[in-house]
């Protein structure tokens, strides 16, 4: 039974990056007004070269301004790099307009040029790339003007009866609290971390209205082919197909951990049979867990029918003793080092 209040449904459009769609919640919802947040280099010129590729069309076409950083030529020869950069949506389905010229004029004299191609063009795609929280302009720096400017942007951006993004360029954790954040409709967030000797890159919805996005840090990788995302998490309304899935029989016999509320979310406890890791940061309550494993076995009567193996990988500097640990961090199996010996277990 519905109580005839279902709402119009929102279109999802497919961003064309590999694994975003799940991460977003379905996908890009149509004429949704977008920031998309992270420093130099994170990837916001990619991700919205290679999103514009993938949806413009003849009646869809793209309008894609550039504000500061590099010109459009110098930013295009970068970008045909890449695999989806298609030279034939060039003329006519994606045009790329430099507001160099109309900065040294003012921020107002940038938004009324923005304004005016809008108009003329009447596109479906729109991006601007990209604002800083402090802009030179004029040969000075302002803030109190980039913050009028932004959010007299983000209301045109919001009314055009197009899909748009607004780019900028600042740590993530400044654009939480811009104030353009409560108009947007979708608000990523691109961040570089280093590991070790390595720069991983994370990728995070902050908010995507209207759909149930996947929460926290996914990892993504840019090649030539544009970013693909790969989400933390399996789709949640997604059974995983038959033939991949560990199926685990319904009379399967279960042993308890000792730990009511762990069993109940394993489904009754651990497989009898199986193996499993606990993976964790030093002093996260890895030998306590398993210990309260091996206890109850013992307190149930059971004979060897339970093991402990201890090994200790080493972990990035940022999960050392004293470091906080990263709830939203994925366990990292194998490949950084060699177990130890295995320890008997001893209480
Ligand atoms: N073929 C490639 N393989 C791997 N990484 C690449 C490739 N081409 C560009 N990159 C990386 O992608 C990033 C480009 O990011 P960009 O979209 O320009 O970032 P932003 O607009 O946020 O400054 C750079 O950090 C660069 O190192
Ligand atoms: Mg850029």
């Known amino acids: 039974m519905t109580d005839g209040h279902e709402g119009v449904p929102i279109r999802k459009l497919p961003t064309g990056v590999p694994g975003l769609d799940d991460v977003l919640g379905g996908g890009l919802p149509e004429l949704s007004f977008n920031l998309v947040i992270g420093g130099p280099g994170s990837g916001k010129t990619t991700l919205a070269h290679q999103i514009m590729f993938a949806n413009v069309t003849a009646q869809r076409r793209g309008l894609y301004f550039t504000i500061v950083g590099e010109p459009p030529l110098k930013m295009l020869r970068y970008q045909q790099q890449y695999r989806f950069f298609d030279p034939a949506k060039m003329n006519g389905m994606i045009r790329f307009s430099s507001l160099s010229g109309e900065i040294q004029l003012g921020l107002p004299a940038v938004?009324?040029?923005?304004?005016?191609?809008?108009?003329?063009?009447?596109?479906?795609?729109?991006?601007?790339?990209?604002?800083?929280?402090?802009?030179?302009?004029?040969?000075?720096?302002?803030?109190?003007?980039?913050?009028?400017?932004?959010?007299?942007?983000?209301?045109?951006?919001?009314?055009w009866e197009a899909t748009t993004f607004l780019l900028g360029e600042f740590p993530g954790t400044e654009a939480e609290n811009h104030p353009v954040f409560t108009v947007a409709?979708?608000?990523?967030?691109?961040?570089?971390?280093?590991?070790?000797?390595?720069?991983?890159?994370?990728?995070?919805?902050?908010?995507?209205?209207?759909?149930?996005?996947?929460?926290?840090?996914?990892?993504?990788?840019?090649?030539?082919?544009?970013?693909?995302?790969?989400?933390?998490?399996?789709?949640?309304?997604?059974?995983?197909?038959?033939?991949?899935?560990?199926?685990?029989?319904?009379?399967?016999?279960?042993?308890?951990?000792?730990?009511?509320?762990?069993?109940?979310?394993?489904?009754?406890?651990?497989?009898?049979?199986?193996?499993?890791?606990?993976?964790?940061?030093?002093?996260?309550?890895?030998?306590?867990?398993?210990?309260?494993?091996?206890?109850?076995?013992?307190?149930?009567?059971?004979?060897?029918?339970?093991?402990?193996?201890e090994a200790s990988l080493p972990l990035p500097a940022d999960h050392q003793p004293g470091s906080r640990p990263r709830p939203d961090d994925p366990p990292r199996p194998g490949g950084h080092g060699l177990p130890s010996p295995a320890r008997p277990f001893r209480r």
Not at 278 to 298: D, H, R
Request: hydrophobic letters at 35%; glycine letters at 10%; charged letters at 25%.
């Open 111 to 159: 938004l009324e040029s923005i304004v005016r191609q809008v108009e003329a063009v009447s596109p479906g795609w729109v991006v601007v790339d990209s604002f800083r929280s402090v802009l030179r302009v004029n040969g000075r720096e302002g803030a109190p003007e980039v913050q009028d400017f932004v959010q007299r942007l983000a209301l045109h951006l919001t009314a």
């Open 185 to 309: 409709d979708g608000l990523v967030v691109l961040s570089q971390q280093t590991e070790r000797n390595s720069v991983v890159r994370k990728i995070r919805v902050v908010k995507m209205r209207g759909q149930s996005d996947l929460p926290g840090l996914h990892t993504f990788r840019i090649t030539r082919d544009g970013l693909s995302v790969f989400p933390r998490l399996p789709k949640p309304e997604e059974e995983e197909p038959a033939s991949t899935a560990v199926s685990i029989a319904p009379d399967q016999e279960r042993l308890s951990t000792g730990i009511r509320r762990l069993d109940e979310m394993l489904g009754g406890g651990v497989p009898r049979g199986y193996s499993v890791m606990v993976a964790g940061p030093s002093g996260s309550g890895k030998t306590v867990l398993s210990g309260q494993f091996i206890v109850e076995g013992v307190r149930r009567g059971e004979q060897g029918d339970r093991h402990l193996r």
